[in-house]
């Protein structure tokens, strides 16, 4: 009897999913400047550092690197300033990096 094939858990899809919806909504007016925006910012931050660690615990680093770039990017201690456009242009391309990566990055699941 053949062995069944080992089930798939994409464990980073959630904090993926977040991570967008939190870029998505950055270039509003609530969460432009101020405090708004170092909240998106902290989160962001966050949230590519999970991804990436998901990404690398599954073997695809190249999605680390990635995420790793967005967490840079976005860092909140070390702001940067950059003009507004390049802001929304890189949160719907940072978004779009996230729901993929969430997409692809699968783990094999282990039982306890």
Do not use: H
Request: net charge neutral.
């Amino acid at each position: 009897m053949a062995s069944p094939s080992p089930q798939l858990q994409r464990n980073a899809l959630v904090p993926g999913i977040l991570a967008a919806i939190a870029l998505i909504i950055s270039p509003l007016p609530l969460f432009a400047e101020g405090l708004g925006r170092t909240i998106v910012l902290f989160v962001v931050t966050i949230l590519a550092l999970i991804v990436a660690w998901f990404a690398l615990q599954a073997g695809q680093w190249w999605w680390t690197i990635a995420l790793v770039i967005i967490a840079v990017v976005w860092n909140p201690v070390f702001p940067l300033t950059l003009d507004p456009w390049i802001w929304v242009t890189g949160s719907i391309v940072g978004a779009l990096v996230f729901v993929t990566a969430g997409a692809v990055v699968k783990n094999e699941r282990t039982t306890p």
